[in-house]
């Protein structure tokens, strides 16, 4: 629910954006994230990362705009050439030629266009996602930095793990219960 300050009550799944509010997605939540902790670290390249990544969510979302109006048209020009041959019985003679093609040239043109639009905004979403990496990667060397190199944990490791290792799990010949269980190199 909206309270009058422009802010949004917790938990609705909802966030101010300028005061209007939207919708975010797992993945816009994800991005703002790592550009909030992007702000702990300190160098030119910071700045650059956060440039480009805003610059993207401004085309990308540009984009996604243009890409539900060419739907939004690309339905209208059906409804417009349906609503005659449905409701018409001698449809291709009865009707206006000119609206017929000019249904037609817009459905045509605005389908085309949906296609082109959904396109570049995957291209986008390609480039947003690399950037995202490379703020992981910068927010892990700085982790690095801070706090050292992490622990690694025996509750964490994976059978899988112990395998690429040269150890493998094998059962005791007497009875082959967990507790029975012995590590052996692989030969």
């Not at 040239?105 to 480039?127: E, N, Q």
């Not at 899988?160 to 029975?180: C, I, L, M, T, Y």
């Amino acid at each position: 629910m909206l309270v009058p300050t422009g802010r949004v009550r917790a938990g609705a799944g909802l966030e101010a954006n300028e005061g209007a509010p939207t919708i975010m997605g797992e993945h816009q939540k994800q991005t703002e994230f790592l550009k909030h902790c992007l702000r702990y670290h300190e160098s030119a390249t910071r700045e650059e990362l956060n440039r480009e990544i805003t610059q993207i969510q401004r085309d990308q979302r540009c984009v996604q705009r243009a890409v539900w109006l060419m739907a939004v048209l690309t339905a209208l020009a059906v409804v417009g050439l349906g609503y005659p041959a449905i409701l018409l019985e001698n449809f291709p003679y009865s009707p206006p030629q000119f609206f017929v093609n000019l249904c037609c040239a817009v459905g045509v043109g605005s389908l085309i266009s949906l296609f082109a639009f959904a396109g570049l905004w995957m291209v986008y979403r390609k480039k947003l996602d690399q950037r995202k990496e490379q703020c992981r990667q910068m927010l892990t060397t700085l982790l690095e930095s801070r706090l050292g190199n992490p622990v690694s944990t025996p509750w964490g490791e994976s059978p899988v793990s112990d395998r690429s290792r040269g150890v493998e799990q094998v059962a005791a010949p007497d009875n082959g219960s967990p507790a029975g269980f012995e590590s052996a190199a692989q030969g």
